[in-house]
């Protein structure tokens, strides 16, 4: 079973310009989550999917950071514009149903100069 | 308020040793707990979990964590680490629908 795919690894911006980041969760995992994880710190979840649809995005800074899935499987998150302080990794991750096992995807490494 | 704390940043042991790593938790009712290991570069992999039940969870790599209700406490224990084992290590606990870290342990592990 291949696992939570994610692009790309690593990505260097600096302030004010946008990226995007993109996840492809394992096959048949209905939730998809995108995690920040600041360096020293655990991983602070942005946004949950339950298929197409939003779950939580309380603490999605929704002036700078959006994120979809359309068709209930890919999903993109961006940022416009970025911020010194979104440097960050961004971890996806993906489970079959919500409170089922989250399984992580290898993160992409974001410095914003 | 809900959090999870690791009150250790950095932790030392050298091989062969034993290792315990502290979690303790801060919610209204018994929380579903994880422990999560996190290699350079790798996203985060589950060691084990606690939903209900025995309160000695074995998991993965020979890691083992004991949840103390009266201490709201979810230790994660090894009895021999190896060099392998050095990494992050993040407790978690599922409240809801939302999965909330501590800040994480560092492990490393003396030859």
């Known amino acids: 079973e291949a696992g939570v795919a994610q692009s790309p690894r690593y990505k260097i911006i600096e302030k004010r310009q946008s990226v995007a980041f993109w996840c492809n969760p394992i096959s048949g995992h209905a939730t998809l989550y995108w995690y920040q994880q600041i360096l020293g710190q655990g991983p602070k979840l942005l946004i949950q999917?339950?298929?197409?649809?939003?779950?939580?995005d309380s603490q999605l800074p929704k002036d700078r950071f959006s994120a979809e899935r359309l068709k209930g499987v890919d999903s993109t998150l961006k940022i416009q514009p970025a911020k010194l302080e979104d440097s960050a990794v961004y971890l996806c991750a993906s489970s079959r149903e919500i409170y089922n096992e989250q399984f992580f995807g290898p993160g992409t490494r974001l410095t914003v100069l | 308020a809900q959090s999870v704390t690791q009150p250790d940043i950095h932790i030392t042991v050298s091989e062969g040793a034993s290792l315990e790593l502290r979690c303790n938790y801060s919610y209204g009712a018994t929380p579903y707990l994880f422990w999560y290991v996190q290699s350079p570069g790798q996203g985060l992999q589950l060691l084990l979990k606690?939903?209900?039940?025995?309160?000695l969870v074995q998991g993965i790599k020979g890691f083992e964590a004991e949840f103390k209700r009266s201490q709201s406490s979810f230790n994660l224990r090894k009895p021999s680490v190896h060099w392998s084992d050095a990494a992050e290590y993040f407790c978690a606990f599922l409240a809801g629908n939302m999965l909330t870290f501590g800040g994480g342990t560092r492990l490393m592990v003396k030859p």
């Open positions: 606690y939903f209900s039940g025995d309160t």
């Open positions: 999917f339950q298929n197409n649809g939003v779950v939580d």
